[in-house]
């Protein structure tokens, strides 16, 4: 059991995004009264921000995040019951969840969570990351460093959310509320909807996206991009300025090979977690009447293909690393 102490909490009415991009724009935006290096230096950084968070995410159709909210923790923990039920009936696959309350004085406390395995990752990281952003008050956030904010927010790409989930977690965990969150795969949304609403909870759900692959074939290419532009700018240079771009360039490659093994650690947690979900499955299909094996089946089949997909672009952004090391 998990809990930590929040005297603040989010403000209602006020997104996520809206804390974020002044912080990003404050911590990244170019510095006109600094000296040439690190006027140059900065509007390439700001370039990189804006190039690592534009794009579209590809959506996997059947997995989806879910957070179901209840008043008190006996209807959660029944509504978690029924979760289960409905694996069990073929209707969705339930691969993982975790009990999050909120008491009045805005505590969060982590009431119950699965066995953290492979299958268990992403939802792990989403519950830790949702406890310490809503932890603190939105002063703290806006008044945080970049590096803090941004490892937050990239343990949600991680969990294939963006912000959008944790601003449907911060208006439906207020305090006084208890939430189950769950890693699902579900066909349709009536039979969790009907079974949530008998135990009085209310719904939100997102898909999973592919963010941190996209994110990481963007930051590569990126960092590519950096790389070659300190190394045009040091054939021009002057002998004071060539030690300053050189050193630039020392740390852009440390940056860069941190990415490459990123790009491959991403490849190992994302074929761990693709195995998992397939074992889970084809326990899940035993015993499966005709028309539930079925739709097991699809979801697997999803599941491969979302998996294929996944590699493909962390595979990308592998050999975006290895070509701009290697030049």
């Known amino acids: 059991m998990v809990s930590v102490g929040a005297s603040h909490s989010v403000t209602p009415g006020i997104a996520l995004d809206d804390v974020i991009a002044p912080t990003l724009q404050a911590g990244m935006g170019p510095d006109h009264n600094a000296d040439y290096r690190n006027r140059r230096r900065s509007s390439r950084l700001w370039a990189l921000g804006r190039t690592a968070t534009d794009g579209r995410r590809k959506e996997n159709g059947m997995n989806k995040m879910l957070i179901a909210a209840f008043d008190n923790e006996t209807a959660a923990f029944e509504g978690l019951k029924a979760l289960k039920d409905l694996h069990e009936s073929g209707d969705i696959s339930l691969y993982s969840w975790a009990v999050i309350a909120r008491d009045r004085a805005g505590k969060i ?10 299958v268990g990752t992403a939802l792990g990281m989403l519950t830790g990351s949702i406890v310490g952003l809503l932890a603190g008050p939105v002063g703290a956030a806006i008044g945080a460093s970049v590096g803090g904010l941004s490892g937050l927010l990239f343990d949600l790409d991680k969990a294939d959310v963006g912000v959008a989930f944790f601003d449907d977690v911060a208006k439906m965990l207020t305090p006084g509320k208890i939430a189950v969150l769950a890693d699902v795969d579900e066909t349709w949304t009536t039979p969790v909807d009907t079974r949530m609403r008998e135990h009085g909870g209310t719904v939100s759900r997102r898909f999973r996206a592919e963010v941190a692959e996209d994110h990481l074939v963007r930051e590569s290419a990126a960092f590519e991009a950096n790389l070659k532009a300190l190394e045009d700018e040091i054939n021009q240079a002057n002998a004071e300025n060539r ?5 630039e360039i020392d740390e852009a490659k440390k940056t860069l090979k941190a990415t490459q093994e990123q790009a491959k650690a991403r490849l190992d947690q994302v074929r761990a977690e693709m195995e998992a979900k397939i074992r889970t499955l084809q326990a899940q299909a035993k015993g499966a009447g005709v028309r539930a094996k079925a739709r097991i089946d699809k979801r697997m089949a999803a599941a491969r293909a979302d998996y294929d997909m996944r590699s493909k672009k962390l595979n990308q952004a592998w050999q975006l690393t290895k070509q701009a090391l290697a030049a």
């Open 109 to 118: 406390q982590v009431k119950d969570q699965v066995d953290p395995g492979p």
């Open 243 to 247: 030690i300053a771009v050189q050193k």
